[in-house]
């Protein structure tokens, strides 16, 4: 067990380093640099039984302070209200297309086919894809060309602030930020040419047209349950440069509602990050065990007391940094840390068991994992 517990501190020593350095020189979208032009800017949202969400959203677009975009919104095949709220905004704004999607075809995951359909329909020669659930500032369009201006990008992303409300949210959704903030230092997305140093967040991802169609676009990711990540490493090997920021006071959302959609959302998604390999999927689950549970137990056991007591002060405060710089719930984040890494953990077992049965449900779809192995 001291071996484990000095294991802890080595991981823990590096995990704290990244936050640091991300919490001091991580590009921010909030900072953004001039616009050089002002390019036609699509905006595209896929749409599936978001009609407690929708309305905001395309609201939020309407009052950028950017004059130069059109909205495209499809309706995925709802069952309840999300088509009447697209058409009536698009009856009333300018600016907003409706668009009816077709039936899924098979080979395709529902979003990647909604965004491929709606590439189609956008005439911008920048695209910028985002999710219902997404609630912009006025100035996330701006500041988002700013960047691809001044770092000649042809893909941005921006990991959204995410808004918590109920324990499940608070313990979990700060935790997976801290995969990125704390496991990524984000320039390194930017000046490295390895594709395994790239990230994106489907909620904010943006690409040059050029970019977009040099890849694929969403074509080429059809089959992919986590095809954010996906579309950035395709970006990566394709020599097109690529930055991934933190959208901390730009844009924001709430990605889950309750605790069953927290571990069914995240239960799609977890061991996805590792492209679906088990072996890289354990030693992630057994590293972060290591590192943010063990020492909260070992902590009682007085051989152990010393080391034990130094890793929680350094997850403590890589919590307190995450916290403060990303506007985490600070007391859930700092006080309940390992009970949020081991409730996640406890998810990311649910999502490989899930992906070795081969199938996941969400939205009312049944997602077929087997393409993706």
């Known amino acids: 067990m001291f071996i484990y517990l000095l294991i802890s501190i080595v991981l823990l020593t590096i995990l704290l380093a990244v936050t640091l350095f991300n919490a001091l020189t991580a590009p921010?979208?909030?900072?953004?640099?001039?616009?050089?032009?002002?390019?036609?800017?699509?905006?595209?949202?896929?749409?599936?039984?978001?009609?407690?969400?929708?309305?905001?959203?395309i609201e939020g677009f309407l009052a950028q302070d950017y004059d130069n975009f059109e909205?495209?919104?499809?309706?995925?095949?709802?069952?309840?209200?999300?088509?009447?709220?697209?058409?009536?905004?698009?009856?009333?704004?300018?600016?907003?297309?409706?668009?009816?999607?077709?039936?899924?075809?098979?080979?395709?995951?529902?979003?990647?086919?909604?965004?491929?359909?709606?590439?189609?329909?956008?005439?911008?020669?920048?695209?910028?894809?985002?999710?219902?659930?997404n609630r912009p500032a006025p100035n996330a369009i701006t500041n988002t060309i700013g960047y691809m201006q001044k770092l000649e990008l042809g893909l941005l992303s921006a990991f959204p602030e995410k808004v918590t409300v109920t324990l499940s949210e608070k313990l979990v959704v700060p935790v997976v930020d801290m995969f990125v903030y704390a496991g990524l230092p984000l320039w390194l997305t930017y000046f490295s040419r390895f594709p395994s140093l790239a990230a994106a967040s489907g909620l904010w991802i943006v690409f040059t047209r050029e970019a977009y169609q040099h890849i694929g676009g969403h074509q080429a990711v059809s089959n992919q349950v986590v095809e954010d990540v996906e579309l950035s490493r395709l970006a990566k090997k394709s020599g097109i440069r690529i930055l991934t920021s933190a959208g901390t006071r730009v844009v924001s959302c709430r990605m889950y509602h309750s605790f069953g959609e927290v571990w069914n959302g995240f239960s799609k998604n977890l061991f996805g990050l590792v492209r679906y390999k088990t072996l890289p999927?354990?030693?992630?689950?057994?590293?972060?065990?290591?590192?943010?549970?063990?020492?909260?137990?070992?902590?009682?056991?007085?051989?152990?007391?010393?080391?034990?007591?130094?890793?929680?002060?350094?997850?403590?405060?890589?919590?307190?940094?995450?916290?403060?710089?990303?506007?985490?719930?600070?007391?859930?984040?700092?006080?309940?840390?390992?009970?949020?890494?081991?409730?996640?953990?406890?998810?990311?077992?649910?999502?490989?068991?899930?992906?070795?049965?081969?199938?996941?449900?969400?939205?009312?779809?049944?997602?077929?994992?087997?393409?993706?192995?």
């Not at 921010?28 to 929708?54: D, F, G, H, Y």
């Not at 009333?92 to 009816?100: C, D, F, K, L, T």
């Not at 057994?286 to 152990?304: D, E, G, K, N, R």
């Open 281 to 373: 999927f354990f030693i992630l689950t057994l590293s972060l065990w290591t590192m943010c549970v063990l020492p909260y137990i070992t902590v009682w056991f007085a051989p152990l007391m010393e080391l034990s007591i130094v890793a929680i002060v350094m997850n403590t405060a890589m919590r307190m940094v995450l916290a403060l710089k990303y506007r985490h719930p600070f007391w859930t984040s700092v006080i309940l840390h390992p009970f949020g890494v081991l409730l996640t953990l406890l998810i990311g077992i649910n999502s490989l068991f899930q992906v070795k049965r081969g199938r996941l449900q969400w939205k009312g779809r049944e997602i077929d994992m087997q393409v993706n192995k």
């Open 71 to 133: 909205i495209h919104v499809l309706n995925d095949q709802s069952t309840d209200r999300t088509g009447t709220i697209i058409e009536k905004f698009g009856e009333q704004y300018r600016e907003v297309q409706a668009i009816h999607g077709k039936p899924l075809p098979e080979g395709w995951q529902g979003k990647n086919w909604a965004c491929h359909q709606l590439s189609q329909h956008a005439n911008g020669e920048i695209l910028i894809f985002t999710d219902a659930d």
């Open 28 to 57: 921010m979208l909030k900072k953004s640099p001039s616009l050089q032009t002002r390019p036609r800017v699509s905006v595209l949202i896929p749409a599936r039984n978001e009609e407690t969400n929708i309305g905001a959203c």
